[in-house]
Nanobody, 115 residues
Framework: QAQLVESGGGLVQAGGSLRLSCAAS????????MNWFRQAPGKEREFVAG???????YYVDSVKGRFTISRDNAKNTAYLQMNSLKPEDTAVYYC?????????WGQGTQVTVSS
């Protein structure tokens, strides 16, 4: 069973930065796309950013120019660099790897941005 573990969340002031990590185990990470989602209190989980196995990236409009997704296949780890954070970025952030019709999720990491 594949396992994903996120880390790097925390409390930051508006305008600050955080870098989230997602470490995969029992999964050949390099062969798959990897995504970040987030869920704010009272809201549905939403897509934030994704990176294909080839390295191509895609983002939701609200984070373009502020967030950068990357991956290190040798370390089986993906990252989400978040700059110019806003209070509306406050949420639990989850990494996701879709594998042959099955979605693997991490446990989530809390990001709180104070105004």
């Amino acid at each position: 069973q594949a396992q994903l573990v996120e880390s790097g969340g925390g409390l930051v002031q508006a305008g600050g930065s955080l870098r989230l990590s997602c470490a995969a185990s029992r999964l050949t990470f390099s062969g798959y796309a990897m995504n970040w989602f987030r869920q704010a209190p009272g809201k549905e989980r939403e897509f934030v950013a994704g990176i294909r196995w080839s390295g191509g990236t895609y983002y939701v409009d609200s984070v373009k120019g502020r967030f950068t997704i990357s991956r290190d296949n040798a370390k089986n780890t993906a990252y989400l660099q978040m700059n110019s954070l806003k209070p509306e970025d406050t949420a639990v952030y989850y990494c996701n790897v879709p594998v042959a019709g099955t979605d693997y999720w991490g446990q989530g990491t809390q990001v709180t941005v104070s105004s």
